[in-house]
């Protein structure tokens, strides 16, 4: 299958305030596949938000290109949406204003757009909470409202930047679960950052592992994990392997990055 989204050669290097040239992301390639979840793991500060950044058209590469669907990116793209660690919904508006937001600001006519909303609100398990505001919500709620906005406006690319780092672990294991119905759901192409290999084996086609700075694609492995999944997986023997040998390629780079850092 050709892949829906195409990373080619694309490298980054940052000015730091003090003048230092650092060189967040070297050459990287990667190529994921219609309706593929693909994880990216690494080392603390090894490019993956830059890398990230990049394919949102967020910020421009140093060299190199991304495709989407064989065209080639430049500037936020609605092909591409986009999903933070840190809140982001809107506190003014209810869950269901907020998953409507992005239909709004398209023109979408009022009935459409809340009858498109609360389908997205069901599909993240929120029902009943549509008329709740982001602070009388859990940290976990608002996550998966900040989701279904980003997912109601369709893109075909979902990018996830550590939307669960800021949920304590049992939580995080819930809404894994939940993620996986979704994308099971809508056979959403995903790309996920996360620092937690049991976070990327339990929801992941393919896991691709990172180098620490300049950041490259060490290498994909694919979890060949029957699904549907859910958190029950974690305690298999295959499961644990696909644990062990991601912490096997990452240890060497986390291990580089804390001496860089200089706590090793
Ligand atoms: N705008 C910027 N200006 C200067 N340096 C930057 C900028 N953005 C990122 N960097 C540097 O580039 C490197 C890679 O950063 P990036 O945030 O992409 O890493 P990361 O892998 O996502 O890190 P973490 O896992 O800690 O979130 C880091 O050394 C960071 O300090």
Known sequence: MTATLEVRNVSKTFESDNGDRIQALAPANLG??????????????????TLFNIIGGM???????????????????????????????FPWRTVLDNVAFSLEVAGMEKKERLEKARHFVELVGLTGFEHHFPHQLSGGMRQRTAIARTLASEPRILLMDEPFGALDEQTRLLLGDKLLKICD????????????????????????????????????????????????????DKFAAYVGQIWEDLRTEADRGMKAVGEA
Request: glycine share 8%; with cysteine; aromatic share 2%.
């Open 32 to 49: 994921v596949k219609q309706g593929e979840f693909l994880s990216i793991i690494g080392p603390s500060g090894c490019g993956k938000s």
């Open 185 to 236: 759901a809508l056979k959403q192409t995903t790309m996920l950052i996360t620092h937690n290999i049991t976070e990327a084996v339990q929801l992941s086609d393919r896991v691709a592992v990172m180098s620490y700075r300049p950041g490259t694609i060490m290498r994909t492995i694919d979890i060949e994990l029957p699904r549907p999944r859910d958190s029950e997986l974690i305690s298999t």
């Open 59 to 89: 910020i421009p590469p140093d060299s190199g290109e991304v495709i989407v669907n064989g065209v080639s990116v430049s500037g936020p793209h609605k092909d591409i949406g986009m999903v933070f660690q840190e809140e982001s919904t």
